[in-house]
């Protein structure tokens, strides 16, 4: 089946930076992989690691002196990991695009954004200036821009919020990229925006198979929108599985809490809110075994210093919780007492 | 009830070098009683956080009147208006940036206090017991803004809210830049000070579902207009203005 070619392949990638003679762990072996015209969504808090991820595979976080990543990045047969800066140039913004949180941030503010767009088309594909106009015009129209024409003489600052991250999606399709990792394109939205921009990328991956890998802290956000969903929590995956059979069926104690402390529908005005205590842990010291286990309520003398393994659920569905092993004799996997 | 804060048919404009006027709030009148949340919704751009700046006195009026426990603030001679102050707070969208770098905890939590020379004898003790109130340790107090989460920062501005005793707190998106697990934390805490000090609260927001479950009112704006003012539960069931219908049941 052609649906089910990988595109992408993160193979235990491990990302940490050196700062004052700390070694600062963003991201603790993962792996997952991105299949061709899928969805996937990565959900965590801030210093889950998810970011990180999101750079790694684009290349912006290389090996340097104060970062050290290792692991395999493989995107068609090709690892990522090897590649030379020049080589990584080819294949980022035309392969494998990205799109960020803030486009007041990411785009130039002294250059027409006709001219961003056209500014990936020229290098990557080597078009003469008027087939790239043309191009440009009809990638602003893509992204539902009405009278394009006009846009493409205007400044970053002139554009509103929604408008702003139109233009960024825009530039990332231009080249007809394989990948689109878009990195929460729609925290700084109100609420109407962000239901467009959804729409928007459902209709891309619709029309043009496009892979999507959309980061957000947000679940509410993806559950009609995304295929399959990855639970980062301290710079690991805790959970992985399609969207619907998580929602319906969420096992770590963390995704648990996480679903819980969405605001539901049933509850009364004013009630008090499920919580999870505690805050996300501090990537400076990170504890030696699952890094959710200062703030599980099932946490057993086994979580404090030793890793679970990924344990699977259901069919896809996955999770790395030491209540799931077989050998475990408590009754709160299932959730009877969640109440 | 007592009506905490009236506002009555308040109008901002604003002038644009191109002789453009942009009316942020058109002709507004709303009131808040004692120990009720008002939740005012709407668009980006649509005006809410300028109302909130006119009600806490960062902006000033070109028309109508704004009338705190029954006086006319511009009436008001500058002790009153002082006084005012006390009992009128806000808190903001970014816990972190809303804090000043330069000061530790304790500075922080002391400044008002210090200005309306408030517990004179045992400010500490104060300060102690606010931070208890929102959830942080004592060995906060020497600490810099910096050293803390976003969520610990949002902590310390509702202590910092709290520290005079106010009667009417402006909640500016209070949580949207939090996590997730932290969010449900900070709901909790607004409310159950609300129950505790008999609060009045102007929540702004743009995240309905928690407005919904915090506000007794809501307030729809649309550029610089209350369309629909009602009850939470009318407005969701029973919404009266198209434009309502269309901003809250869009899911």
């Not at chain 1, 395999?72 to 913004?93: A, H, V």
Request: positive net charge; glycine residues 6%; proline residues 4%.
């Amino acid at each position: 089946m052609k649906e089910r070619e990988k595109v992408l392949e993160v193979k235990n990638l491990k990302v940490s930076f050196n700062s004052n003679g700390h070694e600062l762990k963003a991201v603790q072996d993962i792996s997952f992989y991105l299949n061709r015209g899928e969805i996937l969504a990565i959900v965590g808090e801030s210093g889950s690691g998810k970011s990180i991820t999101a750079q790694s595979i684009m290349g912006i976080i290389q090996d340097y002196t104060s970062v050290k990543r290792e692991g395999n990045i493989i995107y068609k047969d090709l690892d990522l990991t090897t590649l030379s800066e020049k080589e990584m140039g080819t294949i980022r913004g035309s392969k494998i695009a990205m799109v960020f949180q803030n486009y007041s941030s990411s785009l130039n503010p002294t250059m027409k954004i006709g001219k961003q767009i056209q500014e990936s088309l020229i290098k990557h594909q080597d078009l003469q200036k008027a087939i790239a106009y043309k191009k440009s015009i009809e990638a602003l129209r893509r992204v539902g821009i009405k009278n394009p024409e006009e846009w493409y003489y205007q400044y970053p600052h002139q554009l509103s919020g929604g408008m702003g991250q139109r233009v960024m999606i825009a530039i990332a399709l231009a080249c007809n990229p394989d990948i689109l990792i878009c990195d929460e394109p729609t925290t700084a939205l109100d609420i109407n925006n962000q239901r467009q921009i959804i729409n928007l990328l459902e209709e891309i991956q619709d029309k043009l198979s496009t892979s999507i890998i959309f980061i957000t802290h947000n679940l509410k956000l993806i559950n009609n929108f995304a295929h399959r969903l990855l639970i980062m929590y301290g710079g690991l995956i805790v959970e992985r599985g399609p969207v619907k059979e998580i929602e319906k069926n969420p096992s770590h104690p963390y995704t648990r809490g996480l679903y819980k402390s969405i605001l539901q529908r049933e509850l009364r005005p004013k009630e008090k809110l499920y919580t999870i205590e505690g805050s996300p842990p501090n990537i400076k010291n990170l504890p030696k075994g699952c890094p959710f286990y200062p703030r599980c309520q099932y946490a057993m003398k086994i979580c404090v210093n030793t890793r679970a393994e990924e344990i699977e659920v259901k069919d896809g569905h996955k999770v790395a919780c030491w209540l799931y092993h077989h050998l475990c004799q408590r009754t709160e996997k299932r959730g009877e007492d969640f109440g | 009830m007592d009506k905490i804060l009236e506002i009555k048919n308040v109008k901002k404009y604003f002038k644009l070098a191109n002789k453009k006027i942009i009316k942020a709030v058109d002709d507004i009148s709303f009131n808040i009683k004692k120990g009720e949340t008002l939740g005012l919704v709407g668009e980006s751009g649509c005006g809410k956080t300028t109302l909130g700046k006119i009600i806490m006195g960062i902006y000033k009026p070109e028309r109508g009147q704004i009338i705190f426990f029954g006086k006319d603030i511009h009436l008001m001679d500058r002790i009153e208006y002082r006084n005012l102050s006390r009992k009128r707070q806000m808190i903001f969208q970014d816990g972190l940036s809303a804090l000043n770098p330069r000061m530790t905890v304790k500075d922080i939590l002391e400044e008002g206090m210090e200005i309306h020379k408030l517990y004179v004898d045992n400010r500490i003790k104060k300060v102690v017991e606010l931070l208890e109130i929102v959830g942080l340790t004592r060995d906060s107090l020497y600490r810099y803004p910096h050293e803390f989460s976003i969520g610990q920062a949002q902590r310390i501005g509702i202590a910092r809210a709290l520290a005079l005793d106010p009667k009417f707190i402006i909640l500016d998106e209070p949580i949207s830049s939090l996590d997730v697990s932290i969010q449900a934390q900070i709901i909790n805490l607004l409310l159950e000070i609300q129950r505790e000090r008999n609060l009045s609260y102007l929540l702004i927001g743009h995240d309905l579902d928690i407005v919904r479950h915090m506000s007794d009112r809501i307030a729809i704006m649309k550029s610089g207009k209350i369309v629909e003012l009602s009850s939470t539960e009318e407005a969701w069931n029973n919404p009266n203005h198209p434009y309502t219908k269309m901003f809250l049941l869009q899911e």
